[in-house]
Nanobody, 120 residues
C-alpha cells in the first residue's frame, strides 16, 4: 500500500558528496516522519538522520555537520545530502517512512536500500 523508491547511491571518492532521494507513494493520508538508516557489512542497521513533518531533525553523531536531511511534504519525498564522505560511510542506506493510510491505519515502511560506497 506504500512504496518507497530510493535513488542517488553510488561510488564516490573520500571527501566527495552524494544526494539520496526517497519518494513515497500509495494510499497515504499523511507521513509523520521520514528517515535514513544504514547498514554496513557485519553491523546492525543504525539511524543516520530523521525528520518529522514539522521539520524537526536529528542526526547520528557520526554524521553531524556533514549530512543534511530535508523533505518535500508536497511530494512525500525525503532527501539526504551527504558531504565530506569517508570510507566509514560505506553501507546500504535505507529510507523509512511512518504515517497513516487513507483508511486510517498507521504504517511503517522501508525502502529497498541503495548502496553507497566511499573509496579511500
Amino acid at each position: 500500500q506504500v512504496q518507497l523508491v530510493e535513488s542517488g547511491g553510488g561510488l564516490v571518492q573520500a571527501g566527495g558528496s552524494l544526494r539520496l532521494s526517497c519518494a513515497a507513494s500509495g494510499s497515504i493520508e499523511s507521513i509523520n516522519a521520514m528517515g535514513w538508516y544504514r547498514q554496513a557489512p557485519g553491523k546492525q542497521r543504525e539511524l543516520v538522520a530523521h525528520i518529522t513533518s514539522g521539520g524537526s531533525t536529528n542526526y547520528a553523531d557520526s554524521v553531524k555537520g556533514r549530512f543534511t536531511i530535508s523533505r518535500d511534504n508536497a511530494k512525500n519525498t525525503v532527501y539526504l545530502q551527504m558531504n565530506s564522505l569517508t570510507p566509514e560511510d560505506t553501507a546500504v542506506y535505507y529510507c523509512n517512512a511512518m504515517g497513516r493510510l487513507r483508511v486510517g491505519v498507521k504504517f511503517n515502511y522501508w525502502g529497498q536500500g541503495t548502496q553507497v560506497t566511499v573509496s579511500s
